[in-house]
C-alpha cells in the first residue's frame, strides 16, 4: 500500500488517499481518561483490516464537483464520449439545490464540505466510487478511531495535554469561529490532517450509546458496526472549530440531532442538507480488499430502504 492522489475525471480537482495498515488496538478510552464519557467504554479490542483514508477533509471542491454535476458539464464541453463508468455516476442521486449558500461566508476552495446530512456523504462515496472504478465509503466508527489514533493509546494523537492542540487542530479558541482550509495543521502520526477539529467527520454508525457492551473478552471484534436503522442519531467524530478540547479526543463520540435541521425553511425538511450542522463534514476510505457488490450497496446505501426516504 502506497499515498495515492486522485483527479476526478473530466477535472483539476484531487485529493490524496494515505495507507492505513491493518491491526488490533484498543477502542474506547480508560476510565481514568480525564473528561471521559459513559458511552467511550468499555474498553474493549478491535481487529481492522487495512485500507485507506482521505488525508484531509472532503472539500468543497470535490464535493461541488459531485452535487452540481461538474462532471458531466464538463465532459460535455470537453465533447468525450461517455463511458460505462460515466453514466453509472450520472445515474447516483445528486443533492437538491441547497436553499442557502451552506459554507455561511467561511470560505470555498480549499475549504472542508459542511452541512451535508450522512445520506449526502454516502451518495458523494457512491458517485466517487462510480466515476473513479474504486470503492469509496465513509469508516465506520472502529475505523475511524483507528486512524486516528494511529497506534496512540492517549487522549489525543499527540499525547494527553489539551494545550498542544494548538499545533494539531481548529477548535473554539483557536479558529475565529469557523472552519479553516484543511491540511494547515501538523499531521497525526499517520499522515491525517485535522483529525481532531475542523469539521466533525461522518461515519457510517448509528449512535447507540451502549454499543462497545456486547465486546466482551479478549477476543477481537471484527468489523463491528451499528447499522442505522433510525433517521436520528447517527455518529460524527472527531470534534469541530465550533468544540471544547474534550469533544476533539480520540475517543469522543458525538451524534446527529434533529435540530441540526432547525432552521431549514422547506417542508418537509431536506433529506441532504442540515442547516444548522456548520460544523460537520465528512472524509472518504478504501478498503484494501474490495468487497462483493451486495456488500459494496449495503454499506454506501442500505440493504432495505434508507430512513430518510421513508415517509
Known amino acids: 500500500m502506497q499515498p495515492y492522489t486522485v483527479t476526478i475525471p473530466y477535472t483539476d480537482v484531487n485529493f490524496d488517499m494515505v495507507p492505513i495498515p491493518g491491526g488490533v488496538y484498543t477502542m474506547g478510552s480508560p476510565e481514568d481518561e480525564a473528561d471521559r464519557q459513559d458511552d467511550e467504554g468499555p474498553q474493549h479490542p478491535v481487529q ?16 461541488d464537483t459531485y452535487r452540481y454535476k461538474l462532471d458531466t458539464q464538463r465532459r460535455l464541453l470537453m465533447g468525450e464520449d461517455e463511458t460505462e463508468r460515466d453514466k453509472k455516476a450520472d445515474a447516483v442521486t445528486r443533492p437538491t439545490k441547497e ?10 476552495d480549499g475549504y472542508p464540505a459542511t452541512c ?22 465513509l469508516p465506520t466508527e472502529a475505523e475511524w478511531e483507528y486512524a486516528c489514533r494511529a497506534g496512540t493509546t492517549s487522549a489525543y494523537s499527540f499525547g494527553d ?3 498542544d492542540l494548538d499545533d494539531y487542530a481548529w477548535y473554539w ?15 497525526n502520526p499517520w499522515g491525517l ?3 481532531h477539529g475542523n469539521v466533525a467527520e461522518w461515519c457510517l454508525d448509528q449512535y447507540v450509546p451502549d454499543f462497545y457492551t456486547q465486546f466482551k473478552g479478549d477476543k477481537p471484534a471484527v468489523f463491528p458496526v451499528a447499522v442505522p436503522k433510525t433517521l436520528y442519531p447517527r455518529v460524527v467524530r472527531g470534534g469541530s472549530w465550533d468544540d471544547d478540547p474534550d469533544y476533539l479526543r480520540s475517543a469522543s463520540r458525538q451524534k446527529s440531532d434533529p435540530l441540526w435541521k432547525v432552521r431549514d425553511p422547506q417542508l418537509p425538511k431536506s433529506m441532504w442538507y442540515h442547516t444548522d450542522a456548520q460544523h460537520v463534514g465528512f472524509r472518504v476510505v478504501r478498503p484494501l480488499k474490495r468487497p462483493s457488490e451486495e456488500t459494496i450497496k449495503k454499506n454506501i446505501m442500505y440493504p432495505d430502504p434508507p430512513p430518510e426516504l421513508v415517509k
Open 116 to 137: 451535508m446530512t450522512q445520506l449526502a456523504a454516502k451518495s458523494y462515496c457512491e458517485w466517487l466510487t462510480e466515476i473513479t472504478g474504486e470503492y469509496y465509503r
Open 173 to 187: 479558541e483557536n479558529s475565529d469561529e469557523q472552519y479553516q482550509k484543511v491540511g494547515q495543521k501538523k499531521p
Open 99 to 108: 436553499y442557502t449558500d451552506m459554507t455561511f461566508g467561511m470560505g470555498h
Open 48 to 63: 481492522i483490516e487495512p485500507f485507506w483514508m482521505g488525508k484531509c477533509e472532503v472539500t468543497w471542491d470535490e464535493y
Open 161 to 163: 495535554n489539551p494545550d
Open 193 to 195: 490532517h485535522d483529525m
